[in-house]
């Protein structure tokens, strides 16, 4: 008697290891996850599942707006150049030396970071932004929020979009300014339950490639499982704008975020600073910077670029330019190596469109946008749910039992 209740509760346990929240059967061997989902208290609206994603890119001197939509094609909506403010608060950033997070204040600096505290909260029960910063920053997505609804016709203003921003030493905060922007001007930042830090340009290229992304991403699990099993891929950066240069070297595999990576944002470089008579000279500190960035990140991996990401405001004007000294500095690192599919820019943009290097992080980010409107947040979605949505069949009776089963009826 012992024995068979023992056998009992062993299957009954091996029964349960094999479902998902509330009975929705799994198969264990494609599941990564040490527990099980839960069961969403909630259905996602077929209207926000089909609702355009809306993504807007902070660059250091700009903004842009991109939509994704239903049938999977992006229109490219608008670039607004920042004030004066938020440009010297992102050049700040690109050249602030982030903090030890594991060093001790002092009395004076743990004062100082209460009394800014407190100045927050006061700003904002005044309805003004946390911070002067966060202000130039809302003022630049407004703008960007004001072209998207009037170029997708919206009768009510747009309450959720995604945000990227530009490449930033690591641990350098910018989350708080970018929430209390979002904050004051009344929307929410997308993200999924699995996003722990803001979109960077050049995940989100990553994803406007076509790398990085799962294809089940309505169903958070198999979006999961999916993540694990994509084939990492070395890339190259370069994001060349009027007001600053960005030069990354990474691994990645999802494009959310890298398993390794090196980079710099240099606002000396950008191609305002190019003058006549020192392109020369000019140039060969672009490739100096390529080349330092590259060394780096050979030190921690076996690192050799497969795929190149070209973007930002000034590539149109220098193409020729900047081509050769990516080839340059190539070169340099891989001496001799006549096997890198990078020789020229057209090599990495088969199917380049007129706005492609501009628009390339705004429309990875809107695509970070659509899958987050439909994706559950950390759970699974009841069989309920999915049947119940337009082109679900009913009647299907496989469905219909799993529901029966699901329910106890």
């Known amino acids: 008697m012992i024995i068979s209740n023992l056998i009992s509760i062993i299957l009954w346990a091996l029964h349960v290891s094999t479902v998902v929240g509330d009975g929705i059967p799994k198969d264990p061997r494609r ?61 700040q950033k690109a050249k602030e030396v982030p903090e030890d997070p594991g060093r001790d204040y002092t009395w004076r600096e743990i004062l100082q970071i209460r009394l800014q505290a407190i100045k927050r909260r006061y700003r904002k029960l005044m309805g003004q932004p946390g911070t002067p910063e966060a202000g130039s ?22 309450t959720g979009v995604a945000l990227s921003v530009p490449f930033l030493p690591d641990r350098v905060p910018i989350v708080e300014y970018l929430e209390d922007a979002a904050e004051y001007l009344g929307i929410k930042i997308l993200r999924s339950a699995n996003l722990f830090a803001p979109l960077r340009e050049f995940g989100s290229a990553y994803a406007a490639m076509g790398f990085g992304l799962c294809e089940h991403y309505r169903d ?13 891929k070395d890339v190259l950066g370069v994001s060349f704008n009027d007001a600053s240069v960005s030069v990354y070297c990474g691994r990645n595999r999802n494009a959310r975020y890298s398993i390794a990576y090196e980079g710099v944002q240099e606002p000396s470089l950008g191609h305002n600073s190019l003058q006549a008579g020192n392109s020369k000279a000019y140039w060969k500190e672009i490739k100096d910077l390529i080349v330092s960035v590259g060394k780096v990140q050979l030190l921690e991996c076996r690192w050799r670029p497969e795929v190149m990401l070209i973007m930002g405001d000034a590539v149109d004007a220098v193409t020729e330019d900047l081509t050769r000294t990516v080839r340059e500095a190539l070169q340099e690192l891989f001496p001799g190596d006549t096997h890198l599919p990078l020789g020229d820019v057209q090599v990495a943009f088969p199917e380049k469109d007129k706005n492609h290097y501009l628009y390339l992080p705004a429309r990875g980010t809107a695509e970070f946008a659509r899958r987050f409107q439909g994706q559950p947040f950390g759970c699974v979605e009841s069989l309920e749910c999915r049947a119940n949505r337009p082109g679900a069949n009913k009647t299907d009776a496989n469905i219909k039992g799993q529901i029966l089963v699901q329910g106890g009826h």
């Open 220 to 232: 958070y699990e198999e979006c999961e499982f999916e993540d694990t099993n994509l084939t990492h």
């Open 31 to 91: 599941n990564p996850r040490r527990e099980p989902l839960p069961l969403c208290k909630t259905c996602i609206p077929w209207e926000q599942i089909t609702a355009p994603g809306v993504g807007i890119h902070l660059s250091i001197g700009y903004g842009l707006a991109a939509v994704k939509l239903d049938d999977g094609s992006f229109i490219d909506v608008a670039k607004v150049d920042a004030n004066p403010e938020y440009l010297s608060f992102m050049r």
């Open 137 to 158: 920053i809302a003022d630049l997505i407004k703008s960007l929020l004001v072209e998207t609804e009037l170029e997708l016709g919206l009768n009510n203003p747009l």
